[in-house]
């Protein structure tokens, strides 16, 4: 029922609010420089990417604390920017803290995961995990166990943690206290917030496989005259499209489910906001 009524809610203030689609855009249009470059300067388009990933570390928090306040606010009349300031400034600190735990734990089952797949990859050569010239069977077992784990682990700790943002925003909580805030309303939801998850996983899935393909045509062609990549020239016209298609899907999807995960944990937390309230 929460995630109905936040589905008919989300067009309807996205239609009344278009500025909530600003800061989405703008986030969007700082991959279009990387998107170019990958054509027509591969070994800048990498330094652009580096560059960006340290940009995104800080511009990331301030864009969704700043995103959910005008989306909550738009959800009860009219917002603007000056909204996305002021709660952009107020709940950075408590938002940036929180990111950078989640990056943590992101981090090390990363790197879990990766060095099993390394050892893995060892043993399959001679005089690798048996000794004997073949795999170690039982070994490559343990170690997809593994991996195994480690991708269940993350997809348990952003399933649980997921609306720390919204808890942080909407409800004032601190960046530690936003955790428990949003394991707790997972819990008294799993069903109604697994239906969610997988709703929005699913389009997500499909918005990268386009995104992916649109990367692909941007990238260099392997089967023309080989690329200097010390060179730059004129973006190819795979690069435009591809840049055009993510910053105009990119844009509609992110505002979109940005609204929507607002007006979701709204309706999640309504009666427990409406009691403390009264209380």
């Known amino acids: 029922m929460a995630l109905q009524t936040a589905l008919r809610r989300t067009p309807s203030t996205l239609a009344s609010n278009p500025v909530l689609f ?52 738009a959800l009860d009349g009219d917002t603007s920017l000056s909204t996305f300031v002021a709660n952009g400034k107020k709940h950075f600190v408590s938002v940036f803290v929180v990111y950078l735990i989640l990056l943590g734990v992101n981090i090390a089952l990363g790197a879990i995961a990766f060095i099993a797949g390394i050892v893995g990859a060892v043993s399959f050569y001679p005089g690798g995990g048996a000794g004997t ?19 269940l682990a993350y997809l348990v700790v952003a399933f649980l943690i997921q609306f720390y943002g919204q808890a942080i925003v909407i409800d004032g909580h601190d960046a530690i206290d936003s955790i428990t805030h949003s394991v707790g309303v997972v819990r008294r939801n799993v069903v109604s917030v697994l239906g969610y998850s997988l709703l929005v996983g699913v389009l997500a899935g499909a918005f990268g496989l386009v995104v992916g393909l649109g990367s692909a045509l941007a990238a260099p062609s392997m089967s023309g005259a080989p690329v200097d990549p010390f060179v730059v020239s004129l973006p190819s016209p795979g690069a435009v499209g591809a840049s055009a298609l993510v910053v105009v899907l990119g844009t509609l999807f992110g505002g979109f489910f940005g609204t929507l995960s607002v007006a979701y944990y709204r309706e999640l937390t309504a009666e427990t906001r409406t009691t403390a309230v009264t209380r």
């Open 22 to 73: 600003v800061p989405v855009l703008v986030v969007t249009l700082l991959q279009v420089p990387q998107l170019l470059l990958q054509s027509s300067a591969p070994i800048l388009a990498s330094l652009v990417s580096l560059a960006l990933s340290a940009l995104y570390l800080v511009l990331v928090p301030f864009v969704q604390a700043g995103f959910i306040g005008m989306a909550d606010e």
């Open 133 to 151: 010239g073949g795999p170690n069977t039982a070994l490559l077992a343990v170690l997809a166990l593994v991996v195994l784990a480690a991708v």
